[in-house]
């Protein structure tokens, strides 16, 4: 794989943009019977989950790059992810507070984000003694949960989602790998333990 092309996929299929696609998918393309939230207002929660799951992390790592906290947005070193890592946990951690204590939410979304904010904090610790693959957790529990959903919904309608998450999930580690971010046990244990968090997390009884 060319450097800019795994540039490309590593940019698109950023973690912290994982989490907007996975509810554009739940909130959009689930039958409509799945949810119990009015269609009405799904674009609001799209909308609130971009900005506190993209938008305000990201800014927050650009101020501090901007003051000198980290040396780099691309986060290359152990020590500049540590503050953004935990700026998003944090972040994350709201968004999930607020799924679980509005009743008017549908249980799927808190337990969604709930595995998401999970495997951030996840990488947080992991982050303290190894650089682990952020993409790779990232995009090894978005299929964890693609599969956990097409395995809960009666009827097969996640099933081409699916198959194109273990493609994009494939595209992505190999990006990495292309790339020089992390050696082959980096992202092959993240994927691992991405997907196996969400597997895991599902079956526990909130």
């Known amino acids: 794989m060319n450097s800019r092309l795994a540039m490309v996929l590593s940019v698109v299929f950023h973690p912290l943009l994982l ?34 799951t993209f938008v305000i992390p990201g ?14 947005l691309t986060l290359e070193s152990r020590a500049d992810r540590r503050w953004p890592l935990l700026f998003a946990a944090a972040c994350y951690t709201v968004t999930t507070v607020l799924f679980y204590r509005q009743s008017y ?66 595209a992505v580690l190999s990006a990495r790998l292309a790339l020089g971010a992390h050696n082959a046990k980096q992202v092959y244990t993240g994927f691992i333990l991405g997907f196996l968090l969400g597997v895991i997390l599902w079956g526990l009884p909130f």
């Open 105 to 170: 939410f549908d249980d799927l979304f808190f337990y969604v984000m709930a595995i998401i904010t999970a495997s951030v904090y996840m990488t947080l610790v992991i982050n303290q003694f190894w650089k682990i693959s952020a993409h790779a957790i990232g995009v090894g529990g978005a299929l964890g949960i693609l599969v956990l959903l097409y395995d809960w919904l009666p009827e097969p309608y996640l099933f081409y989602p699916a198959v194109a998450s273990i493609v994009i999930a494939g």
């Open 19 to 52: 989490p907007s696609y996975l509810f554009a998918l739940i909130l959009f393309y689930l039958p409509v019977g799945a949810l119990t939230f009015p269609m009405e207002g799904r674009r609001l929660v799209w909308i609130m989950v971009f900005i506190t």
């Open 59 to 72: 800014l927050g790592a650009y101020a501090m790059r901007r003051s000198g906290q980290i040396s780099s």
